[in-house]
């Protein structure tokens, strides 16, 4: 069965320093996984997916992540936090399911604040 | 190009009154989503169409439904408002299923109260 668990609900850094938001995910065949951002009162964007090519995606705004099997992880990263990163963040797991449709999973999100 | 638009943005209803809340993608995808989101608990399908004429349940499917007569609109309707159904509604495109390798296109949501 799917799932998908972001493991802070919030996460503090100050801006200028690296940010790590952290997602484990559990499917049956290959997924796909993606990371969403939504700002306060506004629409998730897509930042990133990963779908079966390189390992390591890189998405908008200086934002990547790293898909490793191994450790059923894909762990969202930024070198430096910006005050505009500040929002809440969803790691989506999309896999086939039994009856050959797609499920999708939302994280429940991870709030994230940054310090000037 | 205006993407996914949401009306209205924000709306309290009584318990016990309807609504249709309305979604209109202008990219021709096939796919369409709703979705709720409360807080804490990341987002619910509720309803979902692969194309003009076909509708299915999501996750969290009763006390709402929706209909999908043509490529662009896919409304949901509300019959008798519960308090259970505040939330903030997301409704979303896709080129392919399950997200495919493009991702969802969303809305900017809906906050409904239900009082």
């Known amino acids: 069965a799917q799932s998908v668990t972001q493991l802070d609900s919030h996460v503090s850094v100050s801006e200028g320093t690296p940010v790590l938001l952290r997602c484990n995910y559990s499917?049956?065949?290959?997924?796909?996984l993606f990371w969403y951002v939504q700002h306060p009162n506004k629409g998730l964007q897509l930042l990133l997916k990963?779908?079966?090519?390189?390992?390591l995606v890189k998405g908008i705004n200086g934002f990547e992540a790293e898909f490793k099997k191994s450790e059923t992880s894909f762990h969202l990263t930024k070198p430096s936090a910006h005050m505009s990163d500040a929002a809440e963040y969803f790691c989506?797991?999309?896999?086939?399911?039994?009856?050959?449709?797609?499920?999708?999973?939302f994280g429940a999100g991870t709030r994230l604040f940054v310090k000037a | 190009n205006a993407g996914v638009t949401q009306t209205p943005k924000f709306r309290i209803l009584k318990i016990g009154q309807s609504m249709t809340l309305q979604c209109t993608q202008d990219?021709?995808?096939?796919?369409m989503y709703w979705y709720r989101q409360d807080p804490g608990m990341g987002l619910k399908l509720i309803y979902y169409?692969?194309?003009?004429?076909?509708?299915d349940k999501g996750e969290v499917p009763n006390g709402y439904n929706v209909s999908r007569s043509t490529t662009e609109d896919f409304p949901l309707r509300l019959e008798l408002a519960a308090p259970s159904q505040t939330s903030v509604y997301f409704c979303?495109?896709?080129?392919?299923?399950?997200?495919?390798?493009?991702?969802?296109?969303f809305g900017s949501g809906t906050r409904l109260t239900v009082v």
């Open positions: 979303a495109s896709s080129v392919g299923g399950g997200q495919g390798n493009y991702g969802y296109t």
């Open positions: 169409s692969v194309g003009a004429g076909i509708t």
């Open positions: 990219m021709n995808h096939n796919y």
């Open positions: 990963y779908t079966s090519a390189a390992t």
């Open positions: 989506v797991v999309s896999d086939r399911g039994y009856t050959g449709g797609f499920k999708t999973i």
């Open positions: 499917s049956s065949y290959s997924p796909s």
